[in-house]
């Protein structure tokens, strides 16, 4: 849910976005020219899955959404696929993110940037998930990190290794409500915080976020937030506000969802979204699932 996962942001799973999902764990900005579809990496989550906060950078640093996926922090009464909203005993999930969609949708005309994969154990619980990135064809992704998941004495922990740096984070988990907590990574190299905070709706959906990066110092350099809003007859949400400190002065920005191609257990296998101040700029998400 690292590229503007939105988000990825992924909130995933029932996406937003992209992708505010912070992939990688912090906002991390490569010192380095990057080709018009590389990413500025927050160190995601979520955005983001996994999981880090992906934000997309292109000339017009258009990527808007943020895909949901989040992890409940302790072992309360959801799971990690109820807040995806995911139906069924999924085991494995596998998500391909696209850009430059047509207005056909057919992804061999569109750019696959980013896949996500998820490996859920049979409580419903998120085991593990390894991200993906390219500008080209599925063969041609390199793997970008890998994160590990356990509960130790009922407190959720975290291990995240990127591949391009060699490094490895330890995600904290801060429960702060019934319905709300916190993912904070540390990154050990430039000192940058990542703190984001999930707010989870009454069927334990993750329909909030808020993302914050600060320098070691603990001056803010970066906020991105974003907000689920009007669900359809199956439970997901069909409309989504985002904004970025970093972009339009924070102004607040529309998407919408629209989900199609769902299997036997009621899982959408295709997400378009939809940036309706910029309606040409439009993401796909195609899903793939395994069950026990």
């Known amino acids: ?65 943020f895909l949901f996926i989040g992890f409940s922090c302790t072992a309360q009464q959801f799971t990690d696929l109820q807040e995806q909203g995911k139906k069924g005993n999924v085991k494995k999930m596998v998500i391909e993110n696209y850009l430059n969609v047509p207005a056909t949708y057919n992804k061999d005309s569109a750019m ?35 994160s590990t998941l356990n509960t130790l004495k009922g407190q959720k922990q975290e291990i995240i290794y990127n591949y391009h740096t060699k490094q490895i984070d330890t995600v904290q988990y801060v429960k702060l409500s019934d319905s709300s907590y916190q993912k ?18 009454a069927d334990y959906l993750a ?10 110092a603990g001056h803010t350099l970066l906020t991105q937030g974003s907000e689920r809003y009007n669900k359809d007859s199956r439970g997901l949400y069909k409309n989504a506000t985002f904004s970025f400190s970093d972009m339009d002065n924070g102004a607040k920005k529309k998407g919408a969802m629209v989900y199609s191609e769902f299997d036997k257990h009621e899982n959408p296998g295709k997400v378009i979204l939809t940036n309706l101040d910029k309606p040409n700029k439009i993401e796909m998400r195609i899903f793939e699932y395994q069950y026990y």
């Not at 409580?123 to 390894?130: F, K, L, P, R």
């Not at 990135?133 to 599925?138: A, E, P």
């Not at 430039?190 to 905070?197: A, E, I, R």
């Not at 329909?207 to 070691?216: F, R």
């Open 112 to 146: 696959l940037y980013e896949m996500d994969i998820f490996y859920y154990n049979k409580a419903g619980n998120i085991d593990s998930t390894i991200t993906l990135t390219g500008s080209g064809k599925k063969e041609d992704l390199k793997k970008l990190q890998q």
């Open 1 to 65: 849910m690292i590229p503007l996962l939105l988000a990825a942001i992924v909130f995933s799973g029932q996406n937003l976005c992209l992708s505010l999902r912070m992939k990688g764990g912090d906002f991390r900005t490569r010192k380095r020219t990057m080709n018009p579809h590389r990413r500025r990496s927050i160190k995601k989550t979520i955005f983001g899955v996994n999981i880090y906060l992906n934000t997309y950078m292109n000339y017009e640093k258009y990527l808007f959404f």
């Open 207 to 216: 329909y909030k976020m808020s993302a914050l990066l600060t320098d070691s």
């Open 184 to 201: 904070i990574i540390h990154n050990k190299i430039n000192g940058q915080t990542t703190t984001t905070t999930y707010y989870l709706d």
